[in-house]
């Protein structure tokens, strides 16, 4: 039986770290010396190219996770401290599109793959989240099928975003751009949290003793 809210929470969590609104300006800035019949194509090619590495990533890490024969609750554990550091570079740093629009003047003429497919689309913090993510004792192989299907489904959505952007940046503007990627890294830092919780509960650190989210120290 499916867990929606667990689909939820997997689809919340690779929108934010994918952050399709985010790419906006970096889509805009790849594509200005690129004339207009070809922008849909290296947006098609840039998602193609983002889906593959991501993919890929899906599936290396649970082999190399599984090949080290790491415990899910360390591993847990410094993911959530490692995308929380990420998510505060969200809030408080420079913007997503700032840092890649000012990496992409280096290499203005690889626009499609860098850095709109890597690493705005198939950033770090989207490799690292979709491990998280994969990560079931129970059942990973079904784990990692979901996973990959809430990736398909948000790649879609950027893929749409994308093929729309001259239209939906002319009516947010760039203020509407730092805003919502100053959101979703509130959110992203929450998940962070909720991470790191899972995952000292699974070192037996804390106890979730119930789903409102109290916690229990176990007893030296």
Excluded: C
């Amino acid at each position: 039986m499916l867990d929606w809210s667990t689909l939820l929470r997997e689809f919340v969590t690779l929108f934010v770290v994918i952050d399709p609104i985010g790419t906006l300006p970096v889509f805009l800035f790849a594509t200005a010396g690129v004339p207009v019949a070809l922008h849909r194509r290296m947006a098609l090619r840039a998602v193609l190219v983002a889906t593959l590495v991501l993919l890929g990533f899906l599936i290396a890490g649970q082999l190399v996770f599984e090949a080290l024969g790491l415990r899910l609750g360390s591993f847990q554990v410094a993911g959530g401290l490692i995308l929380f550091l990420f998510a505060l570079t969200m809030i408080f740093g420079d913007t997503k599109p700032a840092r890649e629009i000012e990496e992409a003047e280096r290499d203005h003429m690889a626009g499609a793959v860098f850095p709109l497919a890597m690493p705005s689309i198939a950033s770090p913090g989207a490799m690292l989240a979709i491990v998280i993510l994969t990560e079931n004792d129970s059942n990973p192989v079904a784990e990692q099928v979901l996973t990959a299907v809430m990736l398909l489904l948000v790649l879609l959505i950027t893929l749409g975003i994308l093929m729309a952007a001259p239209r939906i940046h002319r009516l947010i503007g760039a203020t509407g751009v730092s805003v919502i990627s100053r959101i979703m890294g509130i959110l992203l830092a929450t998940v962070a949290v909720d991470a790191v919780l899972g995952g000292l509960d699974a070192l037996g650190v804390l106890t979730l003793s119930d789903p409102s989210g109290s916690l229990d120290i176990p007893a030296d």
